[in-house]
DNA sequence: TAGATTGTTAATCGATTAACAATC
DNA sequence: TAGATTGTTAATCGATTAACAATC
């Protein structure tokens, strides 16, 4: 029972520091410092040294980080030593690119298995996966015992599909849907709707 | 020449704001209060309020706000009354996705042109655009004035187009690659990783 | 040792909330 | 009129930065 909470914003920079750490080491770095990262992540140096101290001291005065421990400890902190099984929920072109992606491999996540409503998608392949009848879901990702679903519905269905992944005992949600989804509290949710992003972007164009 | 500069945290909710306030156009309705907008949002009535008097006073005591009015407001703000032409790089999955995306549909935006640098996907067709050829990327962009990119490509090769976007006169890059780009002030960029939206997720499960 | 860099404190800065007068 | 809801102010809360003693 840690006693603080650490602030959520806090929370939301670990995967970047940690993929970043991820690239130096492939490029055969041992060591990396506050400032370093502070250049290659566009957060300032003492807020990276701020932020991780919320979890321990994991530098060294004088020669900073050593970047495999480093690494071994946010992954531990984010509880991706270990791997999830993720739920895909819709099997559209947004699905399909999802169910794709390489670059869940050594992220923590693996889709585990696939839902659509589409008769026509139903008991197609994709990839290693067979499209299973949304109208099982819940029972199927109930007793999987799975906590995370990618949700890449239309937004026309997505509050309903959420409430039954609820039902289910998702507790974690990347949402693809463009739609702001209503959940109890304790389930997580991210978003990712790229008009959003770019509209943001263009209030600074001209 | 407005005085005050508004926060970018501000300005990243309103993309939001708009999403719901045409949702709930096309739910008939005519009228909203920060209080609804508050509970479909996830954002504080009182912060709805402050942020759009930001821009302006576009509600009315007692009564609230109009929706289409304040959508009109909302894309004036977000200079999306326009349609901006984009170009995706990087022909793969993702990029796919996005070329079909249907969810771009009067979000002020459209893809126009698609590069990438394999041989085997130069001149094929992905809905009404025919993918082009990488080396001519900076060049065909500046020439059509282009200002905002997807890029999905590889995080391998991530920076190094990053550089030639910018050559090309982009400034607003939507980045799909799992890697940090370096771009000069003045250039904006949102991510998107799913792994990184994921793994922020499992810091609060068990 | 001298130089580098951490972890942490205190100061600053910025964002959110609560409250309410104004007014539709 | 009575009820509802805005826009705004002041208070609170939280996040960032600057600075530096500790120490590798």
């Known amino acids: ?34 400032l370093e990262l502070s250049r290659l992540v566009d957060v300032s140096a003492a807020q990276i040294r701020k932020d991780l101290s919320q979890f321990g001291e994991f530098g060294k005065q004088g020669t900073g980080y050593n970047i495999a421990f480093l690494i071994e400890k946010l992954l531990e902190i984010l509880n991706i030593e270990r791997v999830w099984d993720v739920a895909l929920i819709g099997a559209g072109d947004v699905g399909h690119a999802l169910a794709h992606y390489q670059g869940f491999v050594n992220s923590g996540f693996r889709i585990s298995m696939i839902f659509d409503n589409d008769p026509v998608k139903i008991k197609q392949q994709i990839g290693l996966l067979s499209v299973q009848d949304a109208s099982r879901m819940v029972e199927v990702i109930r007793s999987a015992g799975i906590k995370i679903a990618m949700l890449t519905v239309p937004a026309s269905a997505a509050q309903e599909v959420t409430d039954k992944l609820v039902e289910a005992g998702i507790t974690a949600i990347l949402n693809y849907s463009p739609i702001s989804l209503n959940v109890p509290q304790g389930v997580q949710i991210q978003n990712i709707d790229p008009a959003v992003g770019l509209q943001r972007m263009t209030y600074y164009l001209v």
């Open 1 to 34: 029972m840690d006693a603080k909470k650490v602030p959520d914003i806090i929370i939301g920079r670990l995967p970047v520091y940690l993929r970043t750490l991820r690239h130096l080491k492939e490029q055969g770095a041992h060591t990396t410092s506050s």
